[in-house]
């Protein structure tokens, strides 16, 4: 039994009903590493936000299941989704300087949720916090607990996030494009950091990215989608031995790679384009036709 | 590329149609009044006063919306009441908008001494009681049609200025202006070139808001007496008289308010409904 | 052959409005701290760097977006560092430049090919119509695209039209920055194949920020590494890549993430 189990999730623009996902499987064990990898408009940040209960309001979940350690989480009503989510599953955000409140102090932006959702007394939730920021490697935890976010580096942010999300134990954490903000050098440091926390703490993750480099680093397997459609899933290591798919190869192949200049950065042939097109209006047929 | 962004469409037309149409009746009654009105609009007659609307006992057939406590029709006094209505929207709406727009562009754009003058002229400006101030100049100036245009005016450029500065020098910021300016063109041609277009859905909505802005002033002037001479029919000299008689003869305030209602919201809404329907980035 | 570029001793500073002292002056923060290098003609010159490294400001300094506080420049043995925007008007033609984020680039609110026509209208070309059909050409858009709005392109596309507008002119050099940056991977490779191409064609020189070595290693000849506004390393490509001299540039190639699981991160 997987711990994560998201089946057939489809959803779709309320307006026009046009499709975000069509018919998303996929499972995560407790403690792997799993990649959801796709180009702008492919739908991997929704599937994390369906997960998360935070799906813009335009967007509507039309069929399938989510079942978060064996509870399907679109069944539920939605206060008791909410926290059970709280309660389960964190998010480490994509930009680290619009995720922390400009005007509040870092310290209780750590807290809160361990004292507001889990009831934690306060005392106990600042221990917690200053241990975490002394975990992800942040000198002097009490003066940082008490500085603005605007006093603090896009990659330090960035570790109070990751501490912020491993706060409250949470058995799954969704990685939204962490380092695609930050430097090369601090995603560097910001990527193992994931890596050693997740080990530490066991917890599942799911790690959206449009850089299958990063992918490589931290993911033990991967989705690829296109069109909101998962079009393979498999292990990293056999997707970069051998990609099943043509459009995940032609995407690895356009992938850069400085110590093979000539071989990367080719473009994706027009040719897979339109087969990937067709695979998914094939599916959309069998949709409405079954 | 399959994506659900290109997919989002706006709503538009039902606003953009129910205000811009109330507008254009509201234009050809003021056009056509001589036509239209029923009675002449200062025609007093005692022995007609306070009649009420067609469809409540005891009306007179031919005062359709009643009379008021001098027995002149309401009706008529409303529709030639929209043609001041409508100059001062237009004119002082128009005037304060290209005042303060050109004011604001250049702020906004030109940055440097220029924002510096303009915009301490701005907050100087603000500090002043608007209400105080236009009555202060109608006193000097004595009432009359370009007392309210020119008090309008004086007292409401700063919205524009304020609002297309802000906008200005958010756009001014982008790239496409650097590109213009690799280009080699000239800071005053980027201005209108390049900024004016991407300002202009804002100007637009200012522009429709402050025409109805400029029809409540004109009734508060007329309300308190100070728009042009009392016997001319003014939406808020109606008013003014209605409240008296809201006991006797409601119609007489009623009236004139919806009309003065409709006309202020239908103006908001033409903007908003003009932006939608027109711009390009949002179409 | 002829350097196009003659970087001496470069300067920028920017006053600091935060530390603004309540009278007087603001104090100075140094952007590009003594910058020299030449650039030859026909070379495609990578300038890379963190943030804050000074990359772009070094970029925007070439093309006179921004006037340097210190040093000179020499474009073509004329100095530029200080010609106002009269004195700049008929060089603007040879040098251009293609923008990070084609939406902020790209007058929203104008159609394709009022935007490629623009510089070529105010430099007073006779044909505009007939050279933005063909700039359009060139970066291999359909002649249909000129009446659309940026809006209604895809990442990829609107990236082309900020080369067309470039181009457009015939410049002698452009000055790309960060351009392949927002765009997917699959957009990235035919941008980049497409200036590859039209550098060749037109004869271009080029200086092309990023942040990307895996980017400059394919497109660039030679490269410039910044670090907190000074040039860390200034070699050819292959010295840079092979045998990186500077701690930084070192640092720099380690963090990349290969798409290889083999590769172990230290």
Redesign the interface.
């Known amino acids: 039994m997987s711990f994560l189990a998201i089946k057939g999730l489809s959803a779709r623009l309320r307006d026009t009903s046009f499709p975000i996902l069509r018919d998303v499987f996929l499972s995560v064990e407790a403690g792997e590493v799993h990649g959801l990898v796709g180009e702008s408009g492919a739908g991997k940040s929704m599937i994390g936000k369906a997960l998360l209960g935070i799906l813009p309001t335009s967007i509507e979940i039309t069929h399938g299941t989510i079942e978060l350690d064996g509870v399907d989480l679109l069944r539920l009503p939605p206060a008791e989704r909410r926290r059970r989510i709280g309660a389960t599953a964190a998010l480490i955000p994509q930009d680290p300087l619009t995720a922390l409140n400009p005007s509040r102090r870092i310290g209780p932006q750590i807290t809160d949720r361990l004292v507001d959702i889990l009831g934690w007394a306060r005392s106990t939730a600042e221990a917690r916090a200053r241990e975490l920021l002394d975990e992800v490697h942040i000198p002097d935890p009490v003066r940082v607990m008490r500085s603005y976010p605007h006093e603090l580096s896009g990659g330090m942010r960035q570790r109070i996030l990751i501490a912020s999300a491993f706060a409250a134990e949470p058995k799954l954490i969704v990685a939204d494009e962490p380092t695609t903000a930050l430097d090369v050098t601090v995603q560097k440091q910001i990527l193992k950091l994931i890596a050693e926390m997740q080990a530490r703490h066991g917890t599942a993750l799911l790690f959206v990215t449009h850089d299958l480099g990063v992918v490589s680093k931290v993911c033990q397997s991967l989705s690829v989608l296109y069109g909101g459609m998962v079009v393979e899933r498999t292990t990293v290591r056999d997707f970069f031995r051998e990609p099943a798919h043509s459009y995940s190869r032609a995407l690895l192949a356009a992938t850069p790679k400085y110590t093979d200049p000539l071989a990367s950065l080719t473009p994706v042939p027009e040719t897979v384009i339109a087969a990937v097109q067709a695979e998914v209006a094939a599916h959309d047929r069998s949709q409405r036709n079954g | 590329?399959?994506?659900?962004?290109?997919?989002?469409?706006r709503r538009v037309g039902l606003k953009l149609w129910l205000s811009g149409g109330w507008i254009a009746f509201l234009v050809m009654a003021a056009l056509c009044a001589p036509w239209l009105a029923p009675h002449d609009p200062l025609a007093q007659d005692l022995f007609l006063g306070r009649l009420p609307p067609a469809w409540v006992q005891g009306a007179e057939p031919g005062f359709y919306l009643g009379t008021d406590s001098l027995g002149r029709d309401v009706l008529s006094r409303i529709l030639y009441g929209a043609r001041l209505a409508l100059i001062v929207a237009l004119v002082a709406g128009s005037l304060t908008c290209l005042i303060g727009a050109t004011l604001g562009l250049m702020a906004g754009f030109l940055r440097g001494w220029v924002d510096v003058v303009i915009s301490r002229a701005i907050d100087i400006w603000m500090a002043f009681p608007p209400v105080l101030f236009s009555i202060l100049l109608i006193a000097v100036m004595g009432p009359g049609l370009t007392s309210i245009i020119l008090a309008i005016v004086v007292i409401d450029w700063t919205r524009f200025a304020r609002v297309v500065r802000a906008e200005a020098m958010a756009q001014g910021a982008?790239?496409?202006v650097?590109?213009?300016?690799?280009?080699?063109?000239?800071?005053i041609s980027t201005m209108f070139?390049?900024i004016l277009?991407?300002v202009?859905p804002t100007i637009v909505v200012l522009l429709t808001l402050e025409m109805g802005i400029a029809v409540i002033v004109e009734a508060i002037l007329s309300f308190v007496n100070l728009s042009i001479s009392t016997d001319d029919p003014t939406w808020g000299g109606m008013i003014a008289e209605g409240r008296t008689s809201i006991h006797q003869a409601w119609w007489v305030l009623v009236f004139p308010l919806v009309t003065l209602f409709l006309t202020v919201l239908s103006f908001s809404q033409l903007g908003e409904g003009l932006k939608d329907r027109f711009?390009?980035?949002l179409r | 052959m002829a350097d196009l570029f003659t970087i001496e001793d470069l300067r920028l500073s920017l006053p600091d409005m935060t530390k603004k002292p309540l009278l007087g002056q603001a104090p100075r923060i140094d952007i590009l701290k003594g910058l020299s290098f030449t650039l030859p003609k026909g070379e495609i010159l990578g300038i890379v760097g963190g943030s804050g490294s000074g990359k772009s400001t070094l970029g925007r300094a070439m093309v006179r977006l921004l006037e340097p506080t210190g040093g000179r420049i020499l474009f073509d043995g004329q100095d530029i560092t200080h010609l106002d925007e009269d004195g700049l008007r008929p060089l603007r033609r040879r040098f251009q430049m293609i923008f990070q984020d084609p939406m902020s680039s790209l007058n929203p609110r104008h159609r394709v090919g009022q935007i490629i026509a623009a510089p070529l209208s105010l430099h007073g070309f006779a044909d505009v119509p007939a050279r933005v059909m063909d700039a359009l050409d060139h970066v291999g858009l359909s002649r249909g695209f000129a009446n659309r709005y940026p809006h209604e392109l895809s990442g990829g596309q609107r990236q082309r039209v900020g080369i067309a507008r470039a181009i457009a002119l015939r410049p002698e050099f452009i000055l790309a920055d960060e351009i392949v940056s927002g765009l997917d991977v699959s957009s990235q490779a035919q941008v980049l194949n497409l200036l590859e191409g039209l550098v060749q064609e037109l004869g271009l020189t080029l200086a092309f920020i990023s942040h990307d070595l895996s980017v400059i290693r394919r497109l660039c000849s030679r490269v410039l590494v910044l670090y907190q506004g000074e040039i860390v390393e200034n070699a050819a490509t292959a010295e840079v890549f092979d045998a990186p001299k500077a701690a930084y540039t070192r640092e720099l190639l380690d963090a990349i993430p290969l798409p290889d699981p083999d590769q172990v991160w230290t």
């Open positions: 590329m399959a994506d659900g962004r290109s997919q989002i469409r982008m790239d496409y650097a590109s213009a300016q690799v280009a080699g063109r000239r800071r070139t390049e277009p991407n202009l711009d390009p980035v």
